[in-house]
C-alpha cells in the first residue's frame, strides 16, 4: 500500500526480495520502522520526506521483509544482514533514524561498523536492560493490553494499527494478520526474552552525533533509558523527551522533529 | 491395545479462592502457595500411586516435564521415571518426555534416557515434546521464533548419538560439540521407541509419519473434541500412504470409575473442578507467543491445546468455571461404573484408532485413597474388557524391547534397620 509520491523498489538478501519505500528529494536519511513494522506509508515519514529523500528499507521478518529472520539466529547474523540492507538500500553512510527494535538495529550497525552511519537518530531503542526499571515484555500480552502498552492514543493506534483495513477478504485478512504476527516473531527473535544483547558494552563504539528520542508516556522502554544510553555513547548526544507520546512515537506524535 | 496410567502430579492444594486471586497457575505463580512439606507428601503420593498401577498390572506409567507452574511438580520427569526403573517389574516406561530444546547440550538427554533404559532393562519409552510456551519460552527463555528449529536439531543430534558407533563431531546451527560419543548407550537397539506428544499441528503429524514415530495426542478436553483432531491425523496418515496400525496413535483420557455411576459423580466431582479450574488456569498471556506455532498452523486454523486452554481459563472468568457436568457432558471425564467406563473407552479407542491409551486416574486434588481406588477398579473390572483389543489385526511396533524377565536385575529389598 503505497501513498502519493513513495517509489517502492526491492532489494534481494539471503534469497529473499525486501522492500524499500522512498519519498522526497535532497541527501538520504534512512528509517528503520520500530515493533510490528509498517504495512502502510505514515504522517511520520511524510513529515521527513519534506526535508529529505526519505529511504525506508524493511527489516527482516517484518512487513515487506520476507521471511529473511529466520535466516538469522543471532547477534552476528542480524549485524551483518543490517549491514547488508544499509549497503543495498544506498544508505552505507547515510544518516539513520531507527525506531524502538529498528534502533537497536542502527545502534549495532554504528556500533559494529563506525563507517556505515553518519548521525544516528534513535527513537525508544531497546538494548539495555535495568532490573531496577525493566523494558517491558511486549510478547506476554493479552491483545486488549497492547493499544494502550504502546500507544498515547489506544483507541486510534489499535484502529489504525492493529486492524486490517475495510474490505479486506476473509483470506486476506488472516494473511494480513499472519504478516503482523510473523513482525512480532522477527522482533522476538532478535529480543527475546529481555531485549538486551550486550549493546552496553559497544555503546563507546558509536562516535557519530547521536540524538535521543523518547515519548514521555513510553511504557515499554522507560523514558529514563535516554539517559543511560547518553552516558555511555561516545559522541556527541542530544536528548529529546516528547509530551503525549508513547512508545509508538511515530503515530502519537508524528510531526515531531527529526534528523 | 496398551493402557497406561499418566501422572501430571499436580499440586493438590491451591486455595479455593486461586482462581480469584491469582492471574495463571504457570510462569509467575504466586511461590508463597507452594508449601515444601506437603510437596513431600504430594510426590511420595504420587509415586505411590504410580508403583500401584504398575504393579496391578497396567501396561506402562508416564511422567511428563512443566516448569514454574502447579500443574505438574516434574520439572525433571527423569527423576521420577529412574526411581521407577528400580520400583516396578514389567511396566514400560513412558517419560513423556524431555523438551529437547531446553537442554544445553541436548546429549543430556541422550544420557539421561539411555541410564533409564540401562536400568529399567529397557522398557523406556522415549517421549520427545517441543513443550508448552508457558515452560519452554516463558519459565526457560527459550526463543519462540528458534524453539522449533532447536528441537529438531536436538532430536537429530540425539539419534545420531544413539545409533552411530564411532564418535563424531556435530557442527550444528545451535550445538557445537567436537565429541559425541555418549555412554551410557539404550540398550533397546536401535533406540527405545519415540513418542512424540502433540497438540495438533498438521508438521507434527507429518513429521511423525515420516519418522515412524507414535503421536501421542494430548487433549485436556477428551475424546468429542480429541475425535476431529485424530480424524485429522488419520486422513493424513492416508494421505502419505502409512497404514492404519492403531499403535501408531497415543491419546489421553481422564477416567473415574466407581460401583456405580452415582457414586462415581460424587466422588471425582472435585478432583474434576479442582483440574479444570485451578490446574488449568493458565494467563493468557502465555498461551501463544509469535513463533511458538508456525504460519501453516496458524493458517490452518488448528488451535493450539494451550490456546484452547487459556481461553478456557479466560472463559472460566468471564463466565464462571465449567461445572462438572459440563465436564462429563463434554467428555473431558469419562466417568461411570467400570462396564459403563469399559463400554465407552472401546467406542473411544474404535472410533480414534488408538492403540496407545493413555488414562488420568489421579487428577485435580484427588487424594491417594481414591486414586488407588479408581486405579483398583480399572484394573481389575475395566482393563480385562479392554485387553486384546487391535492386537489380532495390528502389532504394536513401538513397545519397548526389555531384556527377559530373568536376566533382569532385581533390586535389593528396602531395609529399614
Known amino acids: ?259 | 491395545m496398551k493402557l497406561l496410567w499418566f501422572h501430571l502430579m499436580p499440586y493438590t492444594d491451591l486455595p479455593d479462592d486461586f482462581t480469584k486471586k491469582h492471574p495463571s497457575v504457570w510462569v509467575d505463580i504466586d511461590s508463597r502457595l507452594f508449601e515444601p512439606a506437603k510437596a513431600h507428601a504430594m510426590y511420595n503420593d504420587f509415586m505411590d500411586e504410580l508403583e500401584f498401577a504398575a504393579e496391578i498390572g497396567f501396561d506402562g506409567v508416564c511422567v511428563n516435564e512443566h516448569h514454574q507452574n502447579a500443574y505438574g511438580l516434574m520439572p525433571s520427569p527423569n527423576i521420577i521415571a529412574a526411581s521407577l526403573a528400580r520400583r516396578t517389574r514389567d511396566a514400560a516406561i513412558v517419560v513423556m518426555g524431555n523438551s529437547l530444546a531446553l537442554y544445553n547440550p541436548p546429549m543430556r538427554v541422550a544420557e539421561e534416557f539411555a541410564m533409564l533404559d540401562c536400568i529399567s532393562g529397557g522398557r523406556l519409552v522415549a517421549g520427545f515434546p517441543v513443550g508448552t510456551p508457558m515452560d519452554t519460552c516463558f519459565a526457560y527463555g527459550q526463543n519462540p521464533s528458534q524453539l522449533r528449529e532447536r528441537y529438531f536439531e536436538a532430536h537429530d543430534l540425539i539419534l545420531k548419538s544413539w545409533t552411530t558407533p564411532d564418535t563424531f563431531a556435530w557442527n550444528g546451527r545451535f550445538n557445537k560439540q567436537r565429541y559425541v560419543n555418549p555412554w551410557p548407550r539404550p540398550l533397546q537397539k536401535p533406540h527405545p521407541p519415540i513418542w512424540i506428544p502433540g497438540g495438533g499441528s498438521v508438521e507434527t503429524w507429518h513429521w511423525c509419519a515420516e519418522m515412524d514415530y507414535v503421536y501421542a495426542y494430548l487433549s485436556y478436553f477428551g475424546y468429542k473434541l480429541g475425535q476431529a483432531t485424530m480424524q485429522g491425523f488419520w486422513d493424513e496418515m492416508e494421505r502419505l500412504g502409512k497404514d492404519k496400525n492403531p499403535f501408531r496413535a497415543g491419546f489421553l483420557q481422564f477416567v473415574g470409575v466407581a460401583e456405580t455411576h452415582k457414586e462415581a459423580l460424587e466422588l471425582y466431582r472435585e478432583p474434576a473442578e479442582y483440574f479444570y479450574n485451578r490446574c488449568l488456569h493458565v494467563d493468557a498471556r502465555y498461551a501463544n507467543p509469535a513463533g511458538y506455532s508456525s504460519e501453516a498452523t496458524i493458517r490452518a486454523r488448528v488451535a493450539s491445546q494451550v490456546v484452547a486452554a487459556a481461553n478456557k481459563a479466560t472463559d472460566a472468568i468471564a463466565y464462571g468455571p465449567p461445572t462438572f457436568e459440563e465436564m462429563v457432558d463434554k467428555g473431558y471425564v469419562i466417568i461411570g461404573s467400570p462396564d459403563e467406563v469399559a463400554d465407552k473407552l472401546r467406542e473411544v479407542a474404535i472410533n480414534m484408532n488408538v492403540g496407545q491409551l493413555m488414562l488420568l486416574l489421579q487428577f485435580g486434588n484427588m487424594n491417594k485413597e481414591t486414586a488407588f481406588y479408581n486405579t483398583e477398579l480399572f484394573a481389575k473390572r475395566v482393563a480385562p474388557q479392554l485387553k486384546g483389543l487391535f492386537e489380532d489385526k495390528w502389532e504394536n511396533l513401538w513397545w519397548p524391547k526389555p531384556l527377559p524377565r530373568e536376566e533382569r536385575s532385581n533390586p535389593r529389598p528396602v531395609v529399614v534397620r
Open chain 1, 1 to 259: 500500500m503505497s501513498a502519493p509520491g513513495v517509489v517502492e523498489s526491492f532489494v534481494k538478501l539471503g534469497g529473499e526480495s525486501i522492500r524499500v519505500w522512498e519519498k522526497g528529494a535532497g541527501e538520504a536519511l534512512g528509517v528503520f520502522a520500530g515493533l510490528g513494522g509498517l504495512n502502510a506509508w505514515t504522517p511520520f515519514l511524510d513529515e521527513l520526506a519534506k526535508r529529505r529523500r526519505v529511504v525506508v528499507p524493511s527489516l527482516p521478518g517484518f512487513p515487506g521483509g520476507g521471511q529473511l529472520h529466520r535466516q538469522l539466529d543471532n547477534l552476528a547474523d542480524w549485524v551483518a544482514c543490517t549491514l547488508d540492507l544499509l549497503e543495498a538500500a544506498g544508505l552505507d553512510g547515510a544518516e539513520l533514524v531507527g525506531h524502538s527494535i529498528g534502533g537497536t538495529l542502527a545502534a549495532e550497525a554504528g556500533a559494529f561498523s563506525r563507517a556505515s552511519v553518519k548521525k544516528l537518530t534513535l527513537i525508544a531503542p531497546f538494548g539495555l536492560f535495568d532490573e531496577s526499571e525493566p523494558v517491558a515484555d511486549v510478547w506476554a500480552r493479552r491483545v486488549n493490553e497492547i493499544p494502550a502498552l504502546f500507544s498515547a492514543k489506544p483507541a486510534e493506534f489499535a484502529k489504525e494499527r492493529l486492524t486490517p483495513p475495510a474490505g479486506l477478504s476473509p483470506e486476506a485478512a488472516t494473511e494480513w494478520a499472519i504478516v503482523q504476527n510473523r513482525a512480532t516473531e522477527a522482533a522476538a527473535r532478535l529480543l527475546w526474552p529481555v531485549g538486551e544483547l550486550g549493546l552496553a558494552k559497544r555503546l563507546h563504539r558509536i562516535s557519530c552525533p547521536v540524538k535521543l528520542v523518547w515519548g514521555a508516556e513510553d511504557r515499554v522502554v522507560p523514558p529514563s533509558y535516554a539517559k543511560k544510553f547518553a552516558s555511555g555513547l561516545a559522541g556527541p548526544t542530544e536528548t529529546r523527551i516528547v509530551p503525549g507520546a508513547g512508545h509508538a512515537l511515530d503515530f502519537d506524535a508524528p510531526g515531531t522533529a527529526i534528523g
